[in-house]
């Protein structure tokens, strides 16, 4: 019993992600995947709305990333990224 229950819930979630993967288009407008989306629709429409958006959102959660200086201890489990340049 328990086996069917989690296939039902697999196929559900599935069913969720390809509705949100096809899904283009809302009210008419389209709906940009990742962020040159947004701004290429900004560029067509002559508007900066996806950008204000954009910026507003990335002011909020800014302060959920700490900057840890070269020399400062790094949290256990956590790994510095290398800027491979």
């Given at each position: 019993?328990?086996?069917?229950?989690?296939?039902?819930?697999?196929?559900?979630?599935?069913?969720?992600?390809?509705k949100y993967l096809?899904?283009?288009?809302?009210?008419?407008?389209?709906?940009?995947?990742?962020?040159?989306?947004?701004?290429?629709?900004?560029?067509?429409?002559?508007?900066?709305?996806?950008?204000?958006?954009?910026?507003?959102?990335?002011?909020?959660?800014?302060?959920?990333f700490v900057t840890?200086?070269?020399?400062?201890?790094?949290?256990?489990?956590?790994?510095?990224?290398?800027?491979?340049?």
């Amino acid at each position: 019993m328990c086996l069917k229950k989690r296939d039902v819930i697999i196929s559900l979630v599935k069913q969720c992600n390809v509705k949100y993967l096809k899904k283009t288009h809302k009210y008419s407008l389209p709906l940009p995947k990742l962020v040159d989306d947004a701004l290429s629709i900004d560029r067509r429409s002559g508007s900066t709305l996806w950008a204000d958006t954009i910026t507003k959102e990335m002011k909020n959660i800014r302060v959920a990333f700490v900057t840890l200086e070269d020399s400062g201890n790094v949290p256990h489990g956590f790994q510095l990224l290398s800027n491979a340049t």
